[in-house]
């Protein structure tokens, strides 16, 4: 259909660039919490051919919402720079621990998705940055409905966090596309880091994310 077609137009335009870290190729999708990014890009990473996707939520914890760069730069970013397999241990939010270690083998594309993707310490790695362009008030509705009243206080401390972040780290400044959701699916358009070789407005029909 006419909207895969232009999904896989974006996947075969990011495959296309240069490596950004090491052999692979990462791709950032950020935007604010809710804002679609996990089915973006589960559907992005299957444009690719089955692409490894790291979910951020799996990287923060409850004692660092923002404050992961450290870990994130020792276990995966380094590794992958240096052509080797990445080994890192996702957070368990109901146990409040890390789980068992996981291996990242370095892959032609890998989404990097989660609110601050695009942080500035990680920008330099970043083959492209795409931005969901969904409004902040709206993601965080979305997201205090799926997850109910008993984490509302969580939200409550998410929003003053997030708010902090992205008033000392902004991302979508430096997004090179602006993903949007219709009521068709998504659209994306060229961001102000856009640079030669970004693909053209284009849109995606193929149903609606729901959170």
Do not use: C, N
């Amino acid at each position: 259909m006419e909207g895969q077609a232009s999904l896989d137009s974006l996947a075969h335009a990011l495959a296309a660039l240069p490596p950004s870290l090491g052999p692979v190729r990462v791709v950032g999708v950020d935007g604010h919490a809710g804002s679609g990014k996990s089915t973006f890009t589960d559907r992005l990473a299957a444009a690719l051919g089955g692409a490894p996707v790291l979910h951020l939520d799996d990287v923060a914890s409850h004692a660092e919402l923002f404050d992961w760069w450290t870990r994130l730069r020792t276990q995966v970013v380094e590794p992958l720079s240096a052509g080797r397999p990445a080994h890192w241990a996702p957070y368990d939010w109901e146990r409040r621990r890390f789980g068992p270690e996981r291996v990242l083998e370095p892959a032609p594309v890998l989404l990097v998705e989660g609110v601050g993707a695009g942080r500035r310490a990680l920008r330099p790695h970043l083959a492209r940055l795409l931005w969901m362009e969904t409004p902040r008030e709206t993601s965080w509705g979305r997201g205090r409905e799926r997850d109910g009243r008993e984490l509302s206080a969580f939200w409550d401390g998410w929003e003053r966090a997030e708010l902090a972040h992205f008033s000392d780290d902004p991302s979508r400044p430096f997004a090179h596309l602006l993903v949007r959701q219709s009521g068709t699916g998504y659209e994306w358009t060229s961001g102000i880091s856009a640079t030669p070789g970004t693909p053209p407005a284009l849109t995606d029909g193929d149903g609606l994310p729901q959170a």
